[in-house]
């Protein structure tokens, strides 16, 4: 049981390149979601999913792209990368009747020069 | 508004004492829920402890307990007999809305505490 992982752990990226992080999870979670941390500050939410097929932006969704294809996938993906993206980026996911508990994957470090 | 305000940006305390992290939070919405995580140098978001708007009783979870304070919008941590390995950021974060459904959490900007030998 991995929980949640997410592919890849560090990442380089040049202004205007284009990337995509995976986020599996093994738990049979209903949602998923994508945060983003910046330097001394919180999370924010990205985007989220309350199951395949379905979408929503968060707080920050601009820039980005997401797919739930599969249950168990959701893919952040960054079209033409800016430097304001550099950031950490963790997805988690929760059970649908469970209502107090994210489960967060180890993050994802991005730098964008 | 933020909606989630953590005034102490660090925190230093001995070890073995309590300790009190502050949380204040802005909604207008009755049905919401409160979380602590907490994320060691390491990186990982370690959820730690929730209530419930509706819930009429403090949370509590072995060292950790909230001292959640409706009235004044208040939702502390408290970490009893404090150790070593409680070092680390410290983020509140609200969930608004129902109970059922996606958990959009909005966070705080963290309090570093540091636990001294």
């Known amino acids: 049981n991995a929980g949640v992982t997410q592919t890849p752990k560090f990442r380089v990226l040049k202004t205007g390149q284009s990337m995509t992080l995976l986020c599996a999870q093994d738990m049979n979670h209903e949602y998923m979601y994508w945060y983003r941390q910046d330097p001394g500050m919180g999370l924010r939410l990205i985007h989220y999913s309350v199951g395949e097929g379905t979408t929503a932006k968060g707080e920050v969704p601009d820039g980005y792209n997401v797919s739930r294809l599969k249950k168990q996938n959701f893919l952040l993906g960054l079209e033409s990368a800016a430097p304001s993206q550099t950031s950490v980026y963790f997805c988690?996911?929760?059970?649908?009747?469970?209502?107090?508990?994210?489960?967060f994957g180890p993050g994802t470090r991005l730098t964008v020069t | 508004a933020q909606k989630i305000t953590q005034t102490q940006p660090g925190m230093f305390v001995q070890e073995k004492e309590a300790v009190t992290l502050d949380c204040t939070y802005d909604?207008?919405?009755?049905?919401?829920?409160l979380f602590w995580y907490k994320q060691p140098s390491s990186g990982e978001m370690i959820f730690l402890i929730y209530?419930?708007?509706?819930?009429?009783q403090n949370a509590t979870e072995g060292r950790y307990s909230l001292n959640f304070q409706k009235a004044r919008k208040s939702a502390n941590l408290v970490i009893s007999a404090s150790q070593l390995g409680d070092s680390a950021m410290y983020f509140c974060a609200m969930r608004e809305g129902q109970v059922r459904g996606a958990q959009k959490l909005v966070f705080g900007q963290g309090t570093r505490l540091t636990i001294n030998p």
């Open positions: 909604t207008s919405d009755p049905s919401y829920g």
């Open positions: 988690a996911s929760s059970y649908a009747d469970v209502y107090y508990e994210q489960y």
């Open positions: 209530q419930g708007s509706y819930d009429q």
